[in-house]
């Protein structure tokens, strides 16, 4: 499975996941993210990080206790750039494992809940 990265339909929302060929619902969409690309950071050693201030804001997920961020971003999965909507049309699993939740067109741009994760 590929997909394209585009300018979102959210306005000012920058670059969003767009799907190249159909998804059915169910489907795993195991190419979001590349093996690895995903690591923890503490929240004492997320402060020390010497990364703009930008990247930090718009590829970190805060949990209570550290950040869930991109392992290099220098090169960052499509996943990353996936954007937010009350009515998403992907979801995850207590793995972060991410699922088309209905049938998904191409050309779609990809949606996850950000509250969900």
């Known amino acids: 499975m590929q997909f394209r990265l585009k300018q979102s339909t959210i306005k000012d929302a920058g670059i969003g ?16 993210f590349h093996d690895n690309d995903v690591i ?3 929240n004492e050693d997320y402060e020390k990080l010497e990364i703009s201030p930008e990247l930090k804001e718009n590829f970190s997920i805060k949990f209570e206790d550290g950040y869930s961020m991109p392992g290099d971003f220098n090169r960052i999965s ?29 050309g779609e741009e990809l949606f996850i809940n950000y509250e969900h994760l």
Do not use: C
């Open 17 to 32: 996941v767009f799907a190249t060929s159909s998804i059915s619902k169910g489907d795993k969409l195991h190419t979001l």
């Open 40 to 42: 923890w950071v503490s």
């Open 78 to 106: 499509v996943g990353w750039y996936l954007n937010h909507s009350d009515e998403p049309n992907l979801h995850s699993d207590e793995e972060y494992e991410y699922y088309a939740s209905r049938d998904i067109e191409p």
